[in-house]
């Protein structure tokens, strides 16, 4: 059975630090590209970040650019999404999902897979 599961999220103050993880069982991550999403409250799900097959592509949404950054570790399994300098907007839930293709999207109808969820909020 395909799963992705994500870990790592939690409560972080203003400024602080996280490190999301995203673990695939039932298949490997080698011939895929991932994204990161992440929902608000009340909001749509949106693209944070994404990373092609081979790692050598990576994408930023606009609003964390500079912030957040996106790695592979294909041997692990594993995809992560470093947080830094965490501000409260970034309270949300976080998705990772796979788009069975070599090609890093933020445009959620192009993945195919899609883990359950880990919060993270950002309050002091």
Known sequence: QLQLV??????????GSLRLSCAASGFTLDYYAIGWFRQAPGKE???VSCISS???ITNYADSVK??????RHNAKNTVYLQMNSLKP???AIYYCAANPGPIATLKR????????????????
């Open 66 to 71: 500079g912030r957040f950054t996106i790695s």
């Open 45 to 47: 799900r949106e693209g």
């Open 6 to 15: 994500e870990s790592g999220g939690g409560l972080v103050q203003p400024g």
């Open 109 to 124: 109808r192009e993945y195919d897979y899609w883990g359950q969820g880990t919060q993270v909020t950002v309050s002091s």
């Open 89 to 91: 907007e970034d309270t």
């Open 54 to 56: 081979s790692g050598g």
